[in-house]
T-cell receptor
Framework: KQEVTQIPAALSVPEGENLVLNCSFT??????LQWFRQDPGKGLTSLLL?????REQTSGRLNASLDKSSGRSTLYIAASQPGDSATYLC???????????FGGGTRVLVKP | DTAVSQTPKYLVTQMGNDKSIKCEQN?????MYWYKQDSKKFLKIMFS???????INETVPNRFSPKSPDKAHLNLHINSLELGDSAVYFC????????????FGPGTRLTVL
């Protein structure tokens, strides 16, 4: 059974600092890994999708890496801004039913 | 312009009632999903449909019945609502089952009194 863990559960940084969010998963036989952002009371916005054959994906200030063999992914957000404050969720697609299994999220606060 | 929409946004109801949540996507996707986010913010898959066919059915009480009248719609009907059903329910869709990005709706906050 796939389990996804995100550490830390919460993170507070001053504006301009780089953010590093960690995600680990127990079953390395994955199809892909997806990072989402969730704002309070809102739905999820997809940030990056990394296929199992890829090592990283980049979009603007965001970079996500994937090390399938060790069951880890890291999301880097460069030069953080107050607008980056949100909960970031990691999700792994795996298993016979191609299920998406979510981590518990990291709640980020970027202070001006 | 909304890609994945859900109605209603909020639903407050009494224990024992039956209620439905509707979901529609205008992205032309083949696969749709229902997720439940509980009070601790954990998101868990409930169902997925591909081309109107049930693909995933997690360990969900059979009081929950999804219905897909066509590829663009996946509705969730809940019978005999219980207090523990209170949560936020998210609908999502993706172009194909396995490899594609999932796009989420805004969620429906269900409160059972």
């Amino acid at each position: 059974k796939q389990e996804v863990t995100q550490i830390p559960a919460a993170l507070s940084v001053p504006e301009g600092e780089n953010l590093v969010l960690n995600c680990s998963f127990t079953d390395s036989a994955i199809y892909n890994l997806q990072w989402f952002r969730q704002d309070p009371g809102k739905g999820l916005t997809s940030l990056l999708l990394i296929q199992s054959s890829q090592r990283e994906q980049t979009s603007g200030r965001l970079n996500a890496s994937l090390d399938k063999s060790s069951g880890r992914s890291t999301l880097y957000i460069a030069a953080s801004q107050p607008g980056d404050s949100a909960t970031y969720l990691c999700a792994v697609r795996s298993g016979a039913g191609n299920k998406l299994t979510f981590g518990g999220g990291t709640r980020v606060l970027v202070k001006p | 312009d909304t890609a994945v929409s859900q109605t209603p946004k909020y639903l407050v109801t009494q224990m024992g009632n039956d209620k439905s949540i509707k979901c529609e996507q205008n992205l032309g996707h083949d696969t749709m999903y229902w997720y439940k986010q509980d009070s601790k913010k954990f998101l868990k898959i409930m169902f997925s449909y591909n081309n109107k066919e049930l693909i995933i059915n997690e360990t969900v009480p059979n009081r929950f019945s999804p219905k897909s009248p066509d590829k663009a719609h996946l509705n969730l009907h809940i019978n005999s609502l219980e207090l523990g059903d209170s949560a936020v329910y998210f609908c999502a869709s993706s172009l194909q089952e396995r490899t594609d990005t999932q796009y989420f709706g805004p969620g429906t906050r269900l409160t059972v009194l």
